[in-house]
Every structure is written in C-alpha cells, then in structure tokens.
C-alpha cells in the first residue's frame, strides 16, 4: 500500500482510493466504456463507477473472464449496471466491430477510459503488423476513441453534459526513445529495446490526449481530454517478464499503490466535479501534474504529427 505523498490542491493524495475520490458523487444517467475491465486497476475503475451509479461497458479480450468480473462486482454492488463487450486491441478489425456493434445500438457515451495496455514484451507485431505495445496501448486506442467521438459529441450535446476521455499513461514516458515517436522506426526489431518501446507507447498517450483535446476545444464540444498516471503499481500488465512481474508483486505489498489507489485518479478525473472543463492535462496522485511530465509531452508539434501518422496507420479521416 502506497503510504507516500501529501494532499494536493484537489484535497486528495496519492493514498486517496478510487472510492474516496468519487464519495458523494451520482453518476447515474451516465455511460461509460472502460478497455482492459478484466483485470488490475480497469475492474477497480468498473466497480468504482458502478458504484457510483454509472452504466460501465466492459470492454474486454476475453469475455469469459469479463463476465466473472461482472458478476463479482455485481455481489457486492446488487444494483450495479454493467455490461461487457469483447474487443481486442491487438485488431484493428476487432476495434472496428466493437465500435459498430456499439454505436448501432445507439448507447449513448459519456465517458471514455482508455485504460488496456501491454508493458514490455519481448518484439512482437499484433495482428496488423505494428509492434505490439505501440498498437495496442496507443493505435488500438487512437483508432477506438476516433469510432466513438461521434457517439459522445452527440450524447453531449443531447445529455447537456460534459463527456470525458481519460487516457490511462504513465511516468515511463520518461524513459521513451530519446527521439520519442520513431515514426520511421515503429516496426524496427534491430533496435527495440522494451522499456523504451513501454515508454514510447504512453508518450503517445499523452500526446494523443493534448491534441485531442485542442481539437474537441476548436470545435467547441463539450468534451474533454485528459491522461494520468496511476503511479506505481503492481498489476498484471507486467505478465511478458515473469521475473520482473514476481519481484515486484512480492515488493509491491510494502512500497507500491494497492489497486484501489492505482485506479483512483482515473476515476478522479472521470467523475469528479473539480475536473469539469479542464481539458489537456496530466494527472498524477489526483492532482494535475504538469512539472513531471518531459518536454516531448508538451510538444504541440509532435502531438499533431502523432495524429497524421496514426490516421494514417488505422486508415481513417
């Protein structure tokens, strides 16, 4: 259990869990869609919201285990709203069928968290041939939240309220590529190297969420767009190295956040009040934290040069 850190300007801290960054607060009448809702910190923000009364869509690979998760929430939370979707986001085709299947049926969308994510497996391409976590953690995203804009302008604009995306970061956009998208070295197996492709990977996070957000502002949507890091944390996402992942999970139980703390200031800037139109940010411990992210977070020029180069990978306007 993280032990670390004062209070902020929002009142809340590093140690605050995602049920006390949302006390008191009604989420009902809202819809949200959160990736990777089968494990870690994503069934934390499912629970959390739904017990602040949000209709969660859980959006899963494996929906088997999806659907225990629902029904383990669903007893302790009886009149929990909760559904789960299949989606991978190794597939571009699968994201596409997601987002089909769910704007068909005309749900509407208040909020987004782009939550899934890989982090450091040996060099692996997914099934449209990107390397792995650039695809799944940044492109599969990207390419999700574009499907859905549509869907959450018009529950915004019908609802008459503010519809949110959280990118789910990390502080390991530090340790990106010292150049931090290779654009022209995405799929280069020679000089992968896995914390920096990790890193690489939220930067784009990041820079996804900024230039979402100055768009959505041009256009004068009632949507934001903002990243966190959850801080540090033990969850299965560090699967691809068993001996890392066993280290710090026995670490983890004494210095790192438990999975209440890590899921909090996603569900922080999702639902609470003092987050309402602030709009291309980064947040960390539930506060905003501009002073820790690098200069290439803050790039305007990379952020929209990200945006050409992903339109172009997904093939979409």
Known sequence: MWIFGRKGESGFSGCSTAEEVT??????????????????????????????GVHVIMAVRDLKNGQK??????????NAKIDCMELDLCSMESIRKFASEYNSADHPLNLLINNAGVMIPPFTLSQDKIELQFAVNHLGHFLLTNLLLENMKNTAEKSKKEGR?????????????????????????????????????????????????????????????????????????????????????????????????????????????????????????????????TSLAKDSKSAKKLWEFSLNLTNTK
């Open 69 to 78: 998760v629902k029904e383990d929430t669903l007893k302790s939370i009886a």
């Open 165 to 293: 995306i959280v990118n789910v970061a990390s502080a390991a956009h530090d340790f990106a590529y010292t150049e931090g998208i290779r654009f022209d070295k995405i799929n280069e197996k020679e000089s992968y190297n896995r914390l920096r492709a990790y890193g690489q990977s939220k930067l784009a996070n990041i820079l996804h969420a900024n230039e979402l957000a100055k768009r959505l502002k041009d256009e004068g949507v009632n949507i934001t767009a903002n990243s966190v890091h959850p801080g540090p944390i033990a969850t299965n996402i560090m699967r691809y190295h068993s001996i890392l992942h066993g280290v710090v999970n026995w670490i983890g139980r004494y210095v790192l956040k438990n999975i209440a703390q890590g899921a909090a200031t996603t569900c922080y800037v999702a639902l609470h009040p003092q987050v309402k139109g602030v709009t291309g940010e980064y947040f960390s411990d539930n506060n905003i934290a501009t002073s820790t992210t």
């Open 23 to 52: 006390q008191g607060i009604d989420g009902i009448g809202l819809t949200a869609i959160v990736t990777g809702a089968s494990s870690g910190i994503g069934t934390e923000t499912t629970r959390a919201l739904a017990l602040r």
